[in-house]
Nanobody
Framework: QVQLVESGGGLVQAGGSLRLSCAASGSIVSVDTMGWYRQAPGHQRELVASITSDGRTNYADAVKGRFTVSRDNAKNTIGLQMNSLKPEDTAVYYC??????????????WGQGTQVTVSS
């Protein structure tokens, strides 16, 4: 069974830091683009940051300079280091990945989400 499992969410005060991790497991041959999305109550899910298999990154304007996305291709994991957190960063954060499986391509797999709450 293929899945993405996130960890690392929690409650933090404004200005603090958190690190999220996501691990892909299953009959995976390789992992293409991986990304982090977030969804706050009453808002649409939005891209936070993404990273390709060769390390090219893309960030939402709202998090540039504060968040850093990284990945470990050997372990099929992605991380998100979040610094200088703001109350507006409060959301459920979801991991997303495009995977090459032993049986074919699986595009847009989602994790279950992890809650990040930033108090003012």
């Amino acid at each position: 069974q293929v899945q993405l499992v996130e960890s690392g969410g929690g409650l933090v005060q404004a200005g603090g830091s958190l690190r999220l991790s996501c691990a892909a497991s299953g009959s995976i041959v390789s992992v293409d683009t991986m990304g982090w999305y977030r969804q706050a109550p009453g808002h649409q899910r939005e891209l936070v940051a993404s990273i390709t298999s060769d390390g090219r990154t893309n960030y939402a304007d709202a998090v540039k300079g504060r968040f850093t996305v990284s990945r470990d291709n050997a372990k099929n994991t992605i991380g998100l280091q979040m610094n200088s957190l703001k109350p507006e960063d409060t959301a459920v954060y979801y991991c997303n990945a495009d995977l090459q499986m032993t049986w074919g391509r699986l595009k847009g797999l989602w994790g279950q989400g992890t809650q990040v709450t930033v108090s003012s």
